[in-house]
């Protein structure tokens, strides 16, 4: 059994001193004695491909130095080797990108980077439930969110800015900016807990975690997807939406509905709408998919 960790190191494009942390981070290693090989990705999702190779060498614990879509795409592509190798092989992310959510959930700070190496290093594991998303010509794993409408263009837009901007704060305020734009609603129809539900929603989040606040009651070990539906948006709305976003009140808001749900949630309809996972897009994804979550399904460190 191979001992030595399998490193993939996603630089954060734009910013000069993320290549500056990832030569403390690799001092560190090296001072703590830690036998690892590390490739870097070269951007356009091919964490992916390397995770797999990673996977199919023998490496039992791969490591992502990168944001949540990293780790997405890691996961993804070590699973898609052999979905039983989950068992055998231990994820671990130092948190290195523009959208870290569920390394925060862990209390795993990007302004720490040294001190998620001492967490990977007591090797502390848990066993984390993962979300899946079954198309007809796909499947995807998700640890943190998958969101239907406003979210998910958000992302889009914001990858597409970032190329032009090249700064993560503008190019977040920029695609906030060119939402107004877009339509605002789209008509979905699903099921949840047997219950079938349809109409326009600005947004539909499934949460596995936190969810960048979308789903602040979730938490990836109890086996269950926290869904939340936002409708009815007007400019007053949003206002009020983004504040208690951003002040732990989200669920309070009179647009909002909550669900909670351990079943496969059935989407039939999702209109044009725009899909993401993980802070994503999933180009070419529309209903019918459903969405379920896999128990204790990989094995991952915290501190």
């Not at 951003?246 to 999702?270: A, C, M, W």
């Not at 209109?271 to 979550?293: H, M, R, W, Y």
Request: charged share 20%.
């Amino acid at each position: 059994m191979m001992d030595r960790w399998g490193i993939i190191y996603s630089p954060k494009s734009g910013v000069l001193r993320t290549h500056r942390r990832w030569e403390e981070i690799r001092r560190r290693l090296n001072e703590l004695g830690v036998e690892y090989d590390f490739v870097q990705s070269e951007g356009g999702g091919s964490e992916e491909r390397l995770a797999a190779m990673l996977a199919q060498n023998g490496y039992k614990r791969i490591i992502i130095v990168g944001g949540d879509g990293s780790l997405n795409r890691a996961i993804n592509g070590a699973l898609s080797v052999d979905p039983e190798l989950r068992k055998t092989i231990t994820f671990g992310i130092i948190p290195n990108g523009h959208g870290n959510d569920y390394a925060r959930f862990w209390d795993i700070s990007e302004d720490e980077p040294l001190k998620a190496v001492e967490a990977l290093i007591q090797g502390r594991v848990r066993k984390v439930d993962v979300g899946v998303l079954k198309a007809e010509d796909k499947v995807r794993y998700f640890l943190n969110c998958l969101n239907v409408g406003v979210a998910a263009s958000i992302t889009d837009i914001r990858h597409k800015t970032y190329r032009f901007w090249g700064l993560s704060s503008l190019s977040y305020l920029s695609s906030i900016f060119l939402m107004l734009f877009h339509r605002m609603e789209h008509y979905a129809s699903f099921k949840v807990n047997h219950e079938q539900i349809e109409g326009s929603f600005m947004n539909i989040c499934l949460g596995n975690a936190h969810a960048y606040g979308l789903t602040p009651n979730a938490v990836p070990y109890n086996g269950m997807l926290d869904v939340t539906t936002i409708s009815h948006p007007a400019i007053s709305q949003l206002v009020a939406g983004m504040y208690m976003l951003f002040t732990g009140k989200f669920l309070t808001h009179r647009n909002v509905r909550p669900y909670r749900s351990r079943q496969r949630i059935e989407f039939q309809d999702t209109g044009k709408a725009c899909v993401s996972i993980d802070g994503q897009v999933l180009p070419n994804t529309a209903a019918p998919f459903e969405v379920s979550v896999r128990q204790e399904y990989i094995n991952f460190i915290i501190p």
